[in-house]
């Protein structure tokens, strides 16, 4: 229980503000002034600021961030890798199933190169797509591995429809994207 006892310091300024010493003492903590609250006098009419307030200057507010990177290069790099994997997945199949039974060798070496292009492939497209800095690098790896198959089918001298001869402009199509400066923009 607090008990607080009357100020001493502080000099009453009537009689009726002066505490009963015989009153009984409570615990009630006063939060507000004893006595009235000064008047301060109204200044003159005459001292009333009337001026004319100018405006505040206008203060440029910067960007909370900074503007986000535009996708379409990253995209354009992605749509162009996949069909640049799909395309080297149906030719090394093709040139597997046709040169099984006369180079083996040529095939399993194709077949190796198959998988690491598709696995770079595949591996750089999802870091690309998560905005990860490798995913460049690993679909450039992925072209050339590609440009790598069809070379090889080029030299074996396979017959080819005319349009496989173009299919090596889709890797290489993919490594143009991949290292264009909007795309490194999207991955940062």
Avoid: K, N
């Avoid at 009630?28 to 001026?51: C, K, M, N, Q």
């Avoid at 198959?114 to 990860?132: E, K, M, N, P, W």
């Amino acid at each position: 229980m607090i008990r607080r006892e009357p100020d001493t310091t502080l000099a009453p300024t009537t009689a009726a503000e002066i505490p009963d010493a015989d009153a009984p003492q409570t615990s009630i903590i006063r939060r507000h002034p004893t006595g009235s609250f000064p008047v301060l006098p109204e200044p003159p009419v005459d001292e009333i600021a009337t001026s004319y307030l100018p405006r505040a200057t206008p203060v440029e507010v910067p960007a909370p961030r900074p503007p986000r990177p535009d996708p379409r290069a990253a995209v354009a790099t992605a749509a162009v890798s996949i069909l640049s994997g799909w395309a080297t997945a149906v030719i090394a199949t093709s040139l597997i199933s046709a040169w099984w039974r006369t180079d083996e060798l040529f095939c399993v070496a194709i077949g190796f190169l198959a998988a690491v292009s598709a696995g770079a492939t595949i591996g750089g497209l999802i870091s690309l797509l998560l905005r990860r800095r490798v995913g460049r690098l690993l679909i450039i790896v992925g072209a050339f591995v590609a440009v790598m198959i069809f070379a090889g089918l080029f030299v074996a001298g396979a017959a080819l429809p005319t349009i496989v001869y173009a299919i090596p402009l889709l890797p290489i199509a993919s490594v143009v994207l991949a290292a264009l400066p909007a795309t490194g923009r999207w991955c940062r």
